[in-house]
């Protein structure tokens, strides 16, 4: 995998990890204003999840890459995201799918006594054209 260099994410933690991967999957967005994109096609998207924390687990994990890996991965790869119980009511767009992979990772994280956070995910659709997501922060 080629090094990726990405936006960076102020944050108040002591610890912040980064897992890269690859997903081949398929999809489209049905709607007439989406063009070519509105056919089924592929990429091979790489992904970027930011994770922080100030405490580690037993193991001395913020989370083990591997769960990260199952989480996403294993739910998406070689997969068409439109039949995804996920995207039943929102077309699988590259925004969309780095919210969707924020919610499954954030959903990992949360009952983890240790409390690390997803601060951010990037989805890279091909090499040109990347989206960020990252969690509306809430004013107190």
Avoid: W
Avoid at 25 to 51: F, L, M, S
Avoid at 71 to 99: C, I, M, W, Y
């Amino acid at each position: 995998m080629m090094q990726q260099f990405y936006p960076t994410v102020t944050h108040p933690y002591q610890f912040e990890l980064h897992k890269d991967m690859h997903l081949a999957t398929a999809h489209y967005i049905d709607n007439e204003r989406a063009g070519n994109c509105a056919r089924v096609h592929g990429h091979t998207y790489v992904i970027n999840i930011t994770i922080a924390g100030n405490e580690l687990d037993e193991t001395g994990f913020l989370i083990n890459f591997k769960h990260l890996k199952e989480a996403v991965h294993g739910r998406f790869d070689h997969t068409l995201l439109n039949d995804d119980p996920l995207f039943a009511q929102t077309p699988p767009s590259t925004e969309k799918v780095a919210e969707t992979i924020y919610t499954i990772v954030n959903d990992l994280l949360t009952p983890l006594a240790h409390k690390p956070v997803c601060i951010q995910v990037i989805v890279r659709e091909t090499p040109t054209s990347y989206v960020v997501y990252q969690p509306k922060q809430v004013q107190s």
